[in-house]
C-alpha cells in the first residue's frame, strides 16, 4: 500500500519518526511535505497535496500533521473523496477505517507524544474498510452529501 503523509511546521516533528514506522510495516511513504522546517507554511497546502495524491489514485491513504489535527482535518475534507478525521485515541483511529472508510489520518503534534502517534499510524494504516452492509449503506449517504454540495 502507498501512504502519503505530510505536514506543516506543527507537525514537522513528527514527520520522521511516523514514515519510518509506515515504511517498518511494509508499506510506501510518499513524503508530500514539508521537507523543511518553515514556521509561515500553511497546513491548507498540504491537506491539499494529500487530497490531490489521494484523488489521482497516487495513494492509497494519507496521513497529515499539524498542531493539532483540527485545521488539517477542515481543510483535508474540503475535497472531493476525501475522509479525514482527527483521530487521538487508538479504537477511532482503526473503527474510523473499518466502519467509516477514513482514508487520511489527521493527527496534532502538540496534543499527543510520539510513542501514541506511532500506535495510532499503526492502527490506522492496519484497518481495511469493512464492506457490511450498514457501512456501504452510510458511506454512500456520506458521498450523496458531498455531491450535493
Known amino acids: 500500500m502507498k ?3 505530510a505536514c ?6 513528527l514527520k520522521d519518526a511516523l514514515m519510518q514506522v509506515i515504511a517498518s510495516m511494509g ?5 508530500l511535505g514539508a521537507h ?3 514556521a509561515n507554511d500553511d497546513y491548507p ?6 487530497g490531490q495524491a489521494l484523488q489521482h489514485g497516487q495513494v492509497d491513504k494519507g496521513v497529515l500533521l499539524c498542531g493539532s489535527g483540527v485545521g488539517a482535518c477542515i ?9 479525514a478525521s482527527v483521530c487521538h485515541d487508538v479504537y477511532s483511529a482503526h473503527q474510523g477505517v473499518e466502519h467509516d472508510a477514513m482514508n487520511v489520518l489527521c493527527l496534532g503534534s502538540r496534543i499527543i507524544g ?7 499510524v499503526r492502527a490506522f494504516v492496519s484497518a481495511s474498510f469493512s464492506g457490511e452492509e450498514r457501512h456501504n449503506r452510510r458511506l454512500e449517504k456520506v ?3 458531498e455531491k450535493a454540495g
Not at 481543510?75 to 475522509?83: D, F, L, P, S
Not at 510520539?114 to 495510532?120: N, T, Y
Open 114 to 120: 510520539p510513542q501514541l502517534a506511532e500506535d495510532l
Open 36 to 38: 523543511s522546517y518553515d
Open 45 to 50: 497546502d498540504f491537506a491539499r497535496y494529500i
Open 3 to 5: 501512504i502519503a503523509i
Open 143 to 145: 458521498n450523496a452529501l
Open 8 to 13: 506543516d511546521h506543527g507537525g514537522y516533528p
Open 27 to 31: 508499506h510506501e511513504v510518499v513524503d
Open 75 to 83: 481543510a483535508a475534507n474540503k475535497q472531493t473523496g476525501v475522509r
